[in-house]
């Protein structure tokens, strides 16, 4: 549950804040033509995460134009088809999100729907942020205009307000963040559709002379176990179908290992975990050194094969011809091998015995000494390193990403054992 609140509050540490809206590379709006991606804050060290101090849901839907959107359940597409232009997306697709844009008495504001990679499309929370008045939003961004409903929330919360009235409407902050940021958490249990989940509401509000000048909401639903899902129970049997997503701990570096002085090879983010649902809380620049801590394999739809050969010291239960469903791939010192399931029972198989879509490396082909089990169709998972930087930044970094026949790589794999003699 610790763990759980720490994910949920870290994502909105990243959160648009006492700047003007910035472009991918850091640039002040006004330094740049037009506005479109969200805005975006990188802090400077890591965050320590609290216990939750509101007490009830802050926020779980509000109004724009004429629709209700319900955070959790309204999707982008739906709120593109009715509202909105194109929907944006990062390089690592792990944001995505609807630009609107407006004025109120006060000056003009930028808002920006978004929805992690893990939320199915959903609206999962949303920026807004006061810009200046000589603003230009790009054309994929969609004017809202008070005649057509503009932008309502539920409660009486508002840019401009005080940090008295934001306090005497919310109630004490979870963090305080440097001068100008206050944290606000809630978080609650809940069944839905007969499984427990955990609800986090989270409130960041970033100030700029004395008032609000952005805030950021998210709600985020996780699955108690999620942390903990289901994982590979290597050697054991009549165990029932896997439940999704299966989690390894298993990945390469392997359990418990760890490696310093890893190269990185190309620029990405840091998220304060592998169930990451939208804002990092850091980066990595090609060429920076770090030390890898842990990985996970995450599967969220396993790869099928088909079983081609069956050892005399395999599971009695399994039969060449049958059908198995692969959980990724584990590391040790030994070498890789990967994870399967089959008529309830879990074994591995050493990953250079593993064909795919009838692609044999041995030239004997399948049988003893050669290729056993073929992979027939491949699934969608992502394989996490946990890494800690120079400075002294831990956190999670997307190592590969497999979604069907489409993959990409950071290039973290050449510290593994896979495929050594």
Not at 65 to 86: F, P
Request: aromatic share 10%; hydrophobic share 40%; proline share 5%.
């Amino acid at each position: 549950m610790l763990f759980s609140r720490y994910l949920v509050l870290a994502i909105f540490f990243a959160i648009p804040c006492i700047v003007v809206a910035q472009n991918k590379s850091g640039s002040l709006a006004h330094d740049i033509p037009t506005i479109w991606e969200p805005p975006s804050l990188d802090f400077p060290e890591p965050i320590v995460s609290k216990i939750p101090t509101v007490s009830k849901t802050m926020m779980t839907s509000f109004r724009l134009a004429d629709m209700h959107i319900i955070l959790g359940e309204t999707t982008l597409d739906s709120v593109k088809a009715r509202l909105g232009r194109d929907i944006g997306q990062n390089d690592d697709e792990t944001l995505h999100w609807l630009c609107f844009y407006g004025s109120d008495t006060n000056g003009h504001w930028g808002l920006w729907l978004e929805g992690s990679a893990l939320g199915d499309g959903r609206v999962d929370g949303f920026a807004l942020e006061r810009v200046g008045n000589d603003a230009q939003f790009d054309s994929r961004c969609q004017m809202l205009r008070q005649e057509d409903g503009g932008f309502k929330l539920p409660i009486p919360l508002r840019l401009d307000m005080t940090e008295m009235q934001v306090r005497n409407l919310l109630g004490e902050p979870t963090l305080r963040y440097g001068r100008n940021i206050l944290i606000f958490d809630h978080g609650h249990q809940e069944i839905v559709r007969n499984e427990p989940f955990t609800v986090s509401n989270s409130v960041a509000v970033g100030y700029q002379g004395g008032v609000v000048w952005a805030v950021q909401v998210w709600l985020v639903r996780s699955l108690l176990l999620a942390q903990d899902a289901t994982s590979p129970k290597l050697g054991q049997s009549h165990t029932p179908i896997p439940k999704l997503p299966v989690v390894d701990d298993s990945a390469c570096p392997g359990k418990g290992k760890m490696i310093p002085n890893v190269k990185v090879s190309e620029d990405g983010l840091i998220y304060p975990s592998w169930n990451a649902n939208g804002k990092s809380i850091g980066a990595l620049k090609s060429g920076e050194e770090v030390t890898v801590l842990g990985g996970v394999n995450v599967v969220r739809e396993p790869d099928i094969a088909v079983i081609k050969y069956v050892g005399p010291d395999d599971h009695s239960s399994l039969k060449a011809g049958d059908t198995a469903l692969s959980y990724g791939t584990e590391d040790s010192d030994e070498g890789g091998s990967v994870v399967f399931w089959s008529k309830g029972a879990w074994f591995s198989v050493w990953i250079e015995a593993v064909a795919e879509k009838g692609e044999c490396g041995f030239t004997m082909g399948f049988g003893p000494g050669g290729c056993t089990i073929d992979i027939i169709k491949n699934g969608v998972s992502e394989w996490w390193v946990l890494v800690r930087t120079g400075d002294g930044l831990t956190g999670w970094v997307l190592a590969e990403k497999f979604n069907h026949d489409k993959n990409w790589s950071s290039g973290f794999s050449d510290m593994c054992h896979f495929g050594e003699d």
